[in-house]
C-alpha cells in the first residue's frame, strides 16, 4: 500500500498552517490508500472553535483516500474507521489525564483515526498493514510509557509504530529524551512527529521517517527546506518526499567586523532587496541574523533598524534577530556564574537584567519612576501591562 506520511500542522498557529496541511492532504489523494498525521495537529491544548471549525472541514475533506478498509481494535472490539486519517495527539495536543483531547473528539466524531493505544488495521487487494501508536508524553516520561504500553507488532501485517517525542539521534543536546534504542521492537517502519524538518533515517536497523511539519513555525535555518510528506510503498520500501507548495521561508545571516551604523543598514537592505525582488507577487517569511561585532564604542542599543523594517512590511513578513555587538557567549555565562555566586533569586536576576536593558535603551533617568523598578519588574513579570504603563507614566494616571 501507499501510505502519506505527515504532522506537526499546528492549526491555529497562523494564516498559513491550516491551507499548506491541507494542500498536502489533498495532494495526497489519489496517489495514497491512506495517511499517517503524527500530531501536533493543533497548536494549542484547546483551540479555539474557528480553528476547530475549519479543522473539522479539512478533515472531512481528506477522510476518503479510495477502497482500502479500515478496522479500529477498541478495547478488544473490531469497528469499522470512519477516516483514511490515523493519527496520534502530540505534545500541543495532549492534556492531563481525566480530559478529552481534540484528537479523541475528532476520532468520536469519525473525522479520523485515533491510533494512541489502539490497533488499526488497514486491508487491501490482500495485504495488511497495522498501524500502532503513542500520543506525545513529556520527554522524561516517554522511556517509561514505551516499556509499560509493551507494544508487539502483529503477525502477518506490514507493522507501523507512530509517536511524537525528541530523539537523541536528532537533537544530542536534549539530554532527557528517548533514542531509537528505547522504540519498540520488530516494527517494519517507526514514524515520528515533534520534529519540524525532515528525517529518512535507519539505526538499529529501525527505519525512521519523520516528515516535519507543513508550517514555518520557529524561523530556524532547519526550516527553510521546502516542506511536504512521504509518500512510503509498505510492498516495496520505496520512499519519496513529496514537496508541497507553501510559503518561501528565507533564513539569512550576515556577519560583520567592526562594523559602522550605515554599514550594517546598507548590507542589511541589499540581502532584503535581493529576497524580495526574488519573491516578487509572494509575501515571504525572511528571518535575517545579523551577527559579530561593531565598531568600538556602538552597541546594538545604536543600531536602528525601524526604517529598513517599515519599508519590507508589506513585501516581506520580517524577523531581525540582532546579535550583532551582543556580548560573547563567554561573557554571559561569566554574568550567569557571578549571578549565582553572589546568590541573587530569579527575581534579582530578573531586575538586574531590566537594569541593563533601560540603560542600553538610553532611556533618561528622569523617565523612569525612582525607586520603582522592583514593582515594575513584577508586573512585567506577571504581564499587568497596564500596571507597569502606569508605573513608566506616572504624570498621566489620575
Ligand atoms: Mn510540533
Not at 163 to 172: A, D, G, K, N
Request: charged letters at 25%.
Amino acid at each position: 500500500m501507499k501510505i502519506a506520511i505527515t504532522g506537526d500542522f499546528h492549526f491555529g498557529f497562523n494564516e498559513d498552517a491550516l491551507e499548506q496541511a491541507r494542500r498536502a492532504l489533498i495532494d495526497a489523494k489519489g496517489k495514497a490508500d491512506f495517511v499517517i498525521a503524527a500530531g501536533d495537529l493543533f497548536d494549542f491544548r484547546v483551540p479555539s472553535q474557528e480553528v476547530v471549525h475549519d479543522a473539522v472541514r479539512v478533515f472531512d475533506e481528506a477522510r476518503d483516500y479510495g477502497d482500502a478498509v479500515v478496522t479500529v481494535v477498541d478495547g478488544g472490539r473490531e469497528k469499522p474507521g470512519p477516516s483514511h486519517v490515523i493519527a496520534i495527539y502530540g505534545t500541543h495536543e495532549r492534556r492531563t489525564k481525566g480530559l478529552v483531547n481534540i484528537i479523541e473528539i475528532l476520532h468520536a466524531a469519525g473525522l479520523l483515526v485515533n491510533c494512541h493505544a489502539r490497533k488499526v488495521f488497514v486491508e487491501k487487494d490482500g495485504e495488511r498493514v497495522c498501524v500502532q501508536g503513542m500520543g506525545g508524553v513529556p520527554e522524561e516520561l516517554a522511556g517509561r510509557a514505551l516499556k509499560l504500553m509493551e507494544y508487539q507488532p502483529e503477525k502477518g501485517c506490514f507493522n507501523i509504530f507512530i509517536f511524537h517525542q525528541s530523539l537523541t539521534e536528532i537533537i544530542p543536546q536534549d539530554k532527557d529524551c528517548i533514542s531509537m534504542a528505547d522504540l519498540p521492537n520488530g516494527f517494519d517502519l517507526y514514524v515520528n512527529g515533534h520534529i519540524h524538518w525532515r528525517h529518512d533515517l535507519t539505526e538499529a536497523g529501525k527505519h525512521l521517517l519523520i516528515p516535519g511539519s507543513t508550517v514555518v513555525t520557529q524561523m530556524k535555518k532547519n526550516e527553510a527546506r521546502p516542506k511536504g510528506y512521504y509518500l512510503f510503498d509498505s510492498k516495496t520500501g520505496n520512499t519519496e518526499f513529496v514537496t508541497v507548495p507553501t510559503r518561501p521561508f528565507h533564513h539569512q545571516e550576515i556577519s560583520f567586523t567592526d562594523a559602522g551604523l550605515s554599514e550594517v543598514e546598507e548590507k542589511a537592505r541589499t540581502a532584503l532587496e535581493a529576497i524580495a525582488e526574488s519573491h516578487a507577487g509572494q509575501v515571504p517569511l525572511v528571518k535575517l541574523k545579523l551577527t559579530g561585532t561593531l565598531a568600538p564604542g556602538l552597541s546594538n542599543a545604536n543600531l536602528d533598524l525601524s526604517g529598513l523594517e517599515r519599508n519590507y512590511s508589506e513585501s516581506m513578513m520580517l524577523s531581525i534577530d540582532r546579535q550583532i555587538g551582543a556580548k560573547d557567549l563567554k561573557e554571559k555565562l561569566e554574568a550567569v556564574r557571578r549571578m549565582r555566586d553572589e546568590k541573587k533569586n530569579a527575581a534579582e536576576f530578573g531586575i538586574t537584567l531590566l537594569r541593563e536593558r533601560i540603560a542600553e535603551k538610553n532611556i533618561p533617568e528622569s523617565q523612569l519612576p525612582s525607586g520603582a523598578l522592583e514593582p515594575l519588574f513584577t508586573a512585567l513579570s506577571q504581564s499587568d501591562t497596564e500596571k507597569a504603563l502606569e508605573l513608566l507614566e506616572p504624570t498621566e494616571s489620575t
